[in-house]
Structure formats: C-alpha cells, structure tokens
C-alpha cells in the first residue's frame, strides 16, 4: 500500500534546499509552537550535519528517508488530536 506523501509536492523534492524548505512547511501542520520549534532546530541540526554529502545516491536516500519521517511525525500528531 502506498501512503500519501506528508504534503503535496513531496515527489517534487530533488534537492537538499527543497528538502528543507519542504520540512519547513510540514512544521506548519504541527499542533503547538513549541512542537514547531523542537522539529525546525532538528530540521537545522540535519541540514548541518549532512552539508558537506556529495554523493548523489546518499542525497536522494536522505531526502527519501527525511519525507518518511516527516509523514510519520504528522500523522502522529494528527492521531492525538483525534
């Protein structure tokens, strides 16, 4: 079965920079600011620390893998407000 993406434009992502700007935006469906804040300085954090990959293939498993996670924090916060 093949889940939605977080939000629409996921299968759009290439890039690391549309990666970020992208999980800045799922942060918009996040239910508190404090929520908000905790997953954008983790969104940071990432960034910096995988800054410096060059390999194509290890980019695009990161930025596969960085969607997945952000459909998985999501869709938990979207449960408990159910």
Same mark, same amino acid.
């Given at each position: 079965m093949h889940k939605m993406p977080p939000l629409p434009g996921a299968e759009l992502v290439q890039t690391p920079l549309q990666l970020y700007r &992208?999980?800045? +935006?799922?942060?918009k469906q996040?239910?508190?600011?404090?929520?908000r804040q905790h997953y954008k300085h983790?969104? +940071?954090?990432?960034? /910096? #620390?995988?800054?410096? $990959?060059?390999?194509? $293939?290890r980019i695009q498993q990161i930025i596969k893998r960085a969607i997945e996670d952000a459909?998985? #924090?999501?869709? /938990? &916060? /979207?449960n408990l407000k159910q």
């Open positions: &992208y999980l800045f +935006r799922c942060c996040l239910p508190t600011g404090s929520i983790a969104i +940071r954090q990432n960034f /910096k #620390v995988h800054a410096d $990959e060059d390999n194509p $293939e459909d998985w #924090v999501l869709s /938990k &916060y /979207k």
